[in-house]
């Protein structure tokens, strides 16, 4: 009787370390996804930051320089490859990064084909900025509040203890606190009307 019990609980506990060890090893896979997850989403941030900010840097070149023709176009196409970088880095998120939304067109998407390509907003015609090899008024408008949604966008993401992004911004922060709705663009586009 007393061995038909030993057998039994050896067995039990057989059981429960194969457990133990499918457990562990489960365990061991779900963190090192986690930290993939977590490893991509620092490389996107840091990617995405920069972005950001050398299209403010280019945005300050434009607007307080007085750049002529070839520089001039030279620098709105640094800052188009720029915008585009962003909205490019939005938009294929989705694809690679759990928990980082990619809502459709990007406000860095809308913005990008406005100075490259011009729209027609509101009965106005705007043209593309890189038409007349200067910064008109209507455009000078567009741009500064361009530069203070961006300022805005990375003062959320910097970071005084690295210096630049913030690891430890949470995707729910980053999707609904720091990126723009893509309709905000009409702000930028009312600046452009009203500059007139």
Aim: proline residues 1%; hydrophobic residues 35%.
């Amino acid at each position: 009787m007393e061995s038909k019990k030993i057998r039994k609980f050896k067995k039990i506990i057989i059981l429960l370390i194969v457990l133990l060890i499918i457990s562990s090893y489960f365990n061991y896979q779900y963190y090192r996804y986690k930290q993939k997850e977590s490893y991509k989403y620092e490389i996107f941030l840091n990617h995405f930051y920069f972005s950001v900010n050398y299209s403010i840097n280019i945005l300050d070149e434009i607007l307080n320089e007085q750049l002529i023709s070839e520089q001039l176009n030279k620098k709105i196409m640094r800052l188009v490859y720029f915008l585009n970088e962003a909205d490019h880095l939005l938009s294929e998120s989705a694809f690679y990064i759990e928990g980082v939304n990619s809502r459709g067109t990007t406000f860095f998407k809308l913005v990008s084909n406005v100075i490259s390509y011009g729209t027609e907003y509101e009965g106005n015609k705007i043209t593309a900025f890189l038409n007349d090899y200067k910064i008109n008024q209507s455009e000078r408008a567009y741009l500064s509040e361009l530069k203070k949604y961006l300022e805005d966008i990375h003062s959320k993401l910097y970071s005084d203890e690295t210096g630049q992004e913030n690891p430890n911004i949470s995707k729910y922060v980053f999707n609904h606190e720091i990126i723009p709705s893509a309709n905000e663009d009409y702000i930028l586009l009312n600046q452009y009307i009203n500059s007139k």
